[in-house]
């Protein structure tokens, strides 16, 4: 996974998560889909359990 991808994703997730923003509204600052915005808060979201499976050791999730 590049760099870039995952700077996108992190952006997507706070503007989302931290500033209440929209998926609309972050396409549009973007100058993206709703739908790509959908994918990379997904995909954030994904990494973000992955990195906490790993620190809390949690098999079960």
Do not use: P, W
């Amino acid at each position: 996974m590049s760099f870039v991808s995952l700077r996108t994703y992190r952006i997507a997730f706070e503007r989302n998560r931290f500033e209440n923003m929209t998926y609309a509204q972050i396409a549009l600052d973007l100058g993206v889909s709703s739908k790509t915005i959908d994918y990379r808060i997904t995909q954030a979201l994904k990494i973000l359990l992955r990195e906490l499976k790993d620190v809390y050791n949690l098999s079960a999730l």
